[in-house]
């Protein structure tokens, strides 16, 4: 079985400051995962995913995440926050040998204040 | 080119009538997806479409709901006999590939549905 948390419902953070969002995953074997963004009443936008290789994968709209396999870690990061990044972040995850339906997270809603 | 897109976009319908949602996927996009989002939870996986046929269809959460693919484009998602707890906002996405390949969703803009 696979699962993906999110530990926090809401992540407040002031513009300009960095922010994080986090998620930890459950898997058997190696875990393919992915970043997603929901804007209201929008469906999710891609941002980033990773499959192997580096740990620091860097995607769109100046996020980035790293892969902490020790830790089962895949945190969402940013240097400085807008407050257009004030979305509703999902991640996902599935195994690379398993069922190719990934599981999403609950969603963590990112507040900028500005 | 066009994304994944999504009919009707918000639906009111009376507890017992039946829905049908439809989503049309980015061209050649061989696997389509719907899920369901309800408030303040994550994406519930229904249906899983690769061409035609439909290898998983696990989250389908009762017989009232059934969906199909036709030309290996367009899907249509029906609730029969809806009830309250179907209110949510349902999702398709479609991806390149699908099976095995590790490729990206697309979603659409989603159904909001609301069961009175």
């Known amino acids: 079985a696979q699962s993906v948390a999110q530990p926090e419902d809401q992540v407040n953070v002031a513009e300009g400051n960095p922010l994080t969002v986090k998620c930890t995953y459950s898997?058997?074997?190696?875990?393919?995962l992915f970043w997603y963004v929901q804007y209201p009443n929008r469906g999710l936008q891609f941002l980033l995913k990773?499959?192997?290789?580096?740990?620091l994968v860097k995607g769109s709209y100046g996020f980035e995440a790293e892969f902490n396999k020790s830790q089962t870690s895949f945190h969402l990061k940013k240097p400085s926050a807008l407050v257009s990044d004030s979305a509703l972040y999902f991640c996902?995850?599935?195994?690379?040998?398993?069922?190719?339906?990934?599981?999403f997270g609950r969603g963590t809603s990112l507040i900028v204040h500005p | 080119g066009a994304g994944v897109s999504q009919s009707p976009s918000n639906k009111v319908t009376e507890k017992g009538k039946d829905v049908e949602l439809r989503c049309d996927p980015i061209s050649g996009h061989t696997a389509l997806y719907w899920y369901r989002q309800s408030l303040g939870q994550g994406l519930e996986f229904l249906i899983y479409f690769q061409g035609n046929s439909a290898p998983d269809k696990s989250g389908l959460p009762s017989d009232r709901f059934s969906a199909e693919r036709t030309g290996g484009s367009v899907s249509t998602l029906t609730i029969q006999r809806t009830q309250q707890e179907d209110s949510a906002v349902y999702l398709c996405a479609s991806s390149l590939a699908g099976q095995g390949a590790i490729d990206t969703q697309y979603f659409g803009p989603g159904t909001r549905l609301t069961v009175l």
């Open positions: 898997v058997s074997g190696n875990p393919y």
């Open positions: 996902a995850v599935r195994a690379s040998g398993g069922s190719y339906i990934p599981t």
């Open positions: 990773y499959i192997t290789g580096d740990n």
